[in-house]
Nanobody, 125 residues
Framework: VQLQASGGGLVQAGGSLRLTCATS????????TGWFRQAPGKEREFVAA????????YYADSVKGRFAISRDSAKNTVYLQMNSLRPEDTAIYYC???????????????????WGQGTLVTVSS
């Protein structure tokens, strides 16, 4: 499984960006794709995740109501629509995938086997 994240950039507070995670190679019907982010000097943290089968979504409390994760099965692509961006959302955003993750570990980065390169999101105040 290869993942390619894109869509980062510089945006003013209150603005929007849409990140894209394109998946190639072998895929799994039970696959989970997640977004994580890492700000300078901070630990990598969970942002959102989606199950390809059923489309269940999961969010960190800090982004709930502002971010939306979705998938396009035909394109093997997952999107992260980010609205009402705040300076504290500034980070490198990574997409990750795994063939099967349980609910108990879906927010834990080490649960994911495959990772894409990051895309930088900078939100100015």
């Amino acid at each position: 499984v290869q993942l390619q994240a894109s869509g980062g950039g510089l945006v003013q507070a209150g603005g929007s960006l849409r990140l894209t995670c394109a998946t190639s190679g072998r895929t799994f019907s039970s696959q989970v794709t997640g977004w994580f982010r890492q700000a300078p000097g901070k630990e990598r943290e969970f942002v959102a995740a989606i199950r390809w089968s059923g489309g269940n979504t999961y969010y960190a409390d800090s982004v709930k109501g502002r971010f939306a994760i979705s998938r396009d099965s035909a394109k093997n692509t997952v999107y992260l629509q980010m609205n009402s961006l705040r300076p504290e959302d500034t980070a490198i955003y990574y997409c990750a995938a795994d063939p099967a993750i349980g609910l108990a570990t879906i927010r834990i980065s080490r649960s994911y086997k495959y990772w894409g390169q990051g895309t930088l999101v900078t939100v100015s105040s």
